[in-house]
């Protein structure tokens, strides 16, 4: 049973590109999550999703930013017109039910570098 | 403002030392704290603590909870080179649709040298 798949695993883009990131939950996961990682901080919760539906998107940048976890395939982070400050790693995390946590399995990550 | 607080936020030690990691956290909502081990990928779960004063252990690893004092500590014995690493620790708050949502602090990295 694989784990948490995410890709890329690095991604470099210029400025004002289009970045996609994906994220494959394990079998018989259907709550994604995905967070950010900064330099010199902690992992920021930025989205929340099951399948077809966004449940909690509070943490996610108003603007260039957004998510989606269709009914087959797997759930997309997207980011409109990179900036600098978009350099970070971005992690996804999936759980069989919402219970966080202890049932979260964390991927390995993008990191995604702008230039 | 950040909800959950570590401590120290880097540690270098030689092989053989204890250390201990600590964690506080906001109070309102509170429901459980969870510490991660990071290396260069996927953070690993290490324990999840709910209640006051139960110690869970793995190995060398333990950790027990403070409700009173709001903290968490992460004790490693005898450590070993293989214990370099970012240690996250997390906590769950019980807000409704925030359920399953971790709020991390920034991590202490800790480095063994041999």
């Known amino acids: 049973n694989a784990g948490v798949m995410q890709n890329p695993r690095h991604l470099v883009r210029r400025r004002g590109q289009e970045a996609r990131l994906r994220c494959s939950p394990m079998?018989?996961?259907?709550?994604v999550y995905w967070y950010r990682q900064l330099p010199e901080e902690g992992l920021k919760f930025m989205v929340y999703?099951?399948?077809?539906?966004?449940?909690?998107e509070s943490g996610m940048p108003k603007e260039r930013f957004s998510a989606e976890f269709p009914k087959e395939g797997p759930s997309i982070l997207r980011i409109q017109q990179v900036v600098r400050g978009d350099s970070a790693a971005y992690f996804c995390?999936?759980?069989?039910?919402?219970?966080?946590?202890?049932?979260?399995?964390f991927g390995s990550g993008t990191r995604l570098t702008v230039v | 403002e950040d909800k959950v607080v570590q401590s120290p936020l880097s540690l270098v030690v030689h092989e053989g030392d204890t250390v201990t990691l600590n964690c506080s956290y906001e109070?309102?909502?509170?429901?459980?704290l969870l510490w991660y081990k990071q290396e260069k990928k996927a953070p690993t779960f290490l324990f999840m603590l709910?209640?006051?004063?139960i110690e869970k252990k793995s190995g060398r690893l333990s950790s027990i909870l403070d409700k009173k004092e709001l903290s968490s500590i992460l004790n490693i014995t005898a450590t070993q080179t293989g214990d370099s690493a970012i240690y996250l620790c997390?906590?769950?708050?019980?807000?409704?649709?925030?359920?399953?949502?971790?709020?991390f602090g920034r991590g202490t990295q800790l480095t063994v040298w041999p």
């Open positions: 109070v309102t909502n509170f429901r459980s």
């Open positions: 709910t209640s006051s004063g």
């Open positions: 995390a999936s759980s069989p039910i919402p219970t966080g946590g202890y049932g979260y399995t």
């Open positions: 999703l099951q399948k077809e539906n966004i449940i909690d």
């Open positions: 997390a906590a769950i708050f019980d807000r409704g649709s925030t359920l399953g949502r971790l709020y």
């Open positions: 079998k018989g996961h259907s709550h």
